[in-house]
């Protein structure tokens, strides 16, 4: 069955970096593209990063230039460097399964909190 697990969050100081990963399985990576999502509770969940089959990267304003989106096929994982974080970035980030950047996705993993506090 499809699986996506993320992990690598945490807790970081302002300024400090964190790289999350999602474990892919059940399904062929390099046919689909995936997409980060972060929420805070009693906040709308935001769309932070998609990479897609060809390896097309977008990011939110929110993280661009901060942030790298990136893919390992053979290893079925896809990662989010994250770097500079900001108090406003915590919350928990969620890696899904898409067709492409613009479509929904259609299965999810269970999120990593990343928790960014002096």
């Known amino acids: 069955q499809v699986q996506l697990v993320e992990s690598g969050g945490g807790l970081v100081q302002p300024g400090g970096s964190l790289r999350l990963s999602c474990a892919t399985s059940?399904?062929?990576?390099?046919?689909?593209?995936i997409r980060w999502f972060r929420q805070v509770p009693g906040k709308e969940r935001e769309g932070v990063s998609c990479?897609?089959?060809?390896?097309?990267?977008t990011y939110a304003d929110s993280v661009k230039g901060r942030s790298t989106i990136s893919r390992d096929n053979a290893q079925n994982m896809v990662y989010l460097q994250m770097n500079s974080l900001k108090f406003e970035d915590t919350a928990v980030y969620y890696c899904?399964?898409?067709?492409?950047?613009?479509?929904?996705?259609?299965?999810w993993g269970q999120g990593t909190q990343v928790t960014v506090s002096s």
């Open positions: 059940g399904f062929t990576l390099a046919y689909y593209a």
């Open positions: 990479i897609s089959a060809s390896d097309h990267r």
């Open positions: 899904a399964r898409a067709t492409t950047c613009d479509r929904d996705p259609n299965y």
